[in-house]
């Protein structure tokens, strides 16, 4: 069964740090692309990042370009996104999505408010 569970979420004050993590079952880990998805309230879903198999090929959406930095440890099967200066238009439930799989996890919500 496949599961892709987030944790890490919370409240963050615009300018701190956070650093969301997603960890993998069900699949080979390192044979798959992985990607950060986000959903703001009443807005649709937006990717925000994505990443290769392989770990070495990073992606971002241009609204977090320079301050999240994806990542992985397939020895962990985890998926990381380290969330810096966050602003206040970055509060969304974060879900982390294997899309060849389609499959998302439940998600996790972050709070950017001073």
């Known amino acids: 069964e496949v599961q892709l569970v987030e944790s890490g979420g919370g409240l963050v004050q615009p300018g701190g740090s956070l650093r969301l993590s997603c960890a993998a079952s069900?699949?080979?880990?390192?044979?798959?692309?992985m990607s950060w998805v986000r959903q703001a309230p009443g807005k649709g879903p937006e990717w925000v990042s994505g990443?290769?198999?392989?770990?070495?090929?990073?992606n971002y959406a241009d609204s977090v370009k320079g301050r999240f930095t994806i990542s992985r440890d397939n020895a962990k099967n985890t998926l990381y996104l380290q969330m810096n200066s966050p602003k206040q238009e970055d509060k969304a439930v974060y879900y982390c999505?294997?899309?060849?799989?389609?499959?998302w996890g439940k998600g996790t919500l972050v709070t950017v408010s001073s």
């Open positions: 069900g699949f080979t880990f390192g044979s798959y692309d």
């Open positions: 990443i290769n198999g392989g770990g070495n090929s990073p």
């Open positions: 999505a294997n899309y060849g799989m389609g499959y």
